[in-house]
């Protein structure tokens, strides 16, 4: 996938209320979501923006001079899907009202919002950002989770403040243009970098990743018996990338496909063991345990156990005799 430049636009010659109106026009667009501009600022107002897609992600660079906006609790829930915003800054200073909470930031700082709040605004200094802005749905369910516990102004210790800052202007970058990079790679790298920046328990008992993986095994557990179940629909179901699943089972002794096939042999063999299923035909067993493929299952069964299943049947109604 390239990621391309939708847009490039500078104030240029435009007078001050035609450049701000102007400006305010493109900044919305881009952002696909409205709000409330306020005064339109005394004298020359210059401002520019380069708008930059690579799949669902909006790569927004602005530059603008002292203004203020407001988007209202009604312009958010106008918002036909709801995004998660990070915004790296460069030069300059902005204030921001978000979450009943006020945050100063400038050159070297990293914010997250999403859209489904009130937001209100005001840049101070001359302002030079860059927002990487992508649909809520594309991020984990523990980033999501995560969002609502760490600050939305990264500590500047924050090793993930370092790293995401670098991410998203690496992205921006001109040279970045006609890059050949899939969306998801860059997901995986917000995916991790926010989780990092979570301020989580030290027992890994209680880390998001850990907790992401226990809700994954919950809901492979619950439906094994569809023979559809997959890499590609556990990660679809939980909001991840393929790829960051696979990061996330990356130190458990079994993958994810191996880890399904030895939990529905497991079933099998409890099921062929136990004395209410001695009359359910071995086929049936198999199938009802997600299993398509009745000679696959006696390979993978044999390997597994060292015995057939017909022989595992078979030592169960001799203990009985």
């Not at 500590?155 to 790293?163: A, I």
């Not at 993986?213 to 939980?238: C, F, G, T, V, W």
Request: net charge positive; charged share 25%; glycine share 4%.
């Amino acid at each position: 996938m390239n990621c391309f430049v939708r847009e490039s636009w500078d104030s240029g010659s435009h007078s001050t209320v035609e450049a701000y109106d102007a400006w305010v026009d493109k900044l919305m667009a881009a952002q696909g979501s409205d709000w409330s501009p306020g005064k339109t600022p005394n004298g020359v107002f210059r401002a520019s923006l380069r708008h930059k897609i690579i799949g669902d992600i909006n790569v927004i660079e602005s530059r603008c001079d002292p203004c203020t906006g407001v988007r209202t609790a009604l312009h958010a829930a106008r918002i036909e899907e709801p995004s998660v915003i990070l915004l790296s800054y460069l030069e300059g200073g902005e204030h921001i009202e978000f979450g009943n909470q006020r945050y100063t930031l400038s050159a070297g700082d990293t914010f997250v919002w999403d859209s489904s709040k009130a937001t209100q605004f005001e840049v101070y200094q001359p302002l030079h950002k860059v927002a990487l802005a992508m649909p809520a749905r594309s991020l984990s369910h523990g980033v999501l989770t995560a969002l609502n516990k760490i600050p939305r102004k990264f500590d500047n210790s924050c090793g993930s403040r370092f790293l995401l800052n670098s991410l998203i202007r690496a992205v921006a970058d001109r040279d970045f243009d006609n890059a050949e990079i899939e969306s998801s790679t860059l997901l995986d790298a917000v995916n991790a970098f926010i989780l990092g920046a979570a301020r989580v328990d030290k027992s890994p008992d209680t880390s998001l990743c850990e907790q992401q993986r226990r809700q994954m095994l919950r809901y492979i557990e619950q439906n094994l018996s569809d023979p559809l179940l997959s890499i590609a629909q556990i990660a679809a179901k939980h909001r991840v990338s393929k790829r960051y699943l696979h990061w996330l089972f990356r130190t458990e002794p079994y993958t994810v496909n191996e880890l399904i096939i030895l939990k529905r042999l497991e079933g099998c063999k409890n099921d062929l063991l136990s004395d209410a299923k001695q009359n359910t035909h071995i086929s049936q067993i198999a199938y009802a345990w997600g299993f398509a493929n009745i000679s696959h299952f006696s390979k993978r069964y044999r390997a597994r156990y060292g015995e057939s299943p017909s022989e595992t049947r078979l030592a169960v109604k001799v203990k009985t005799r």
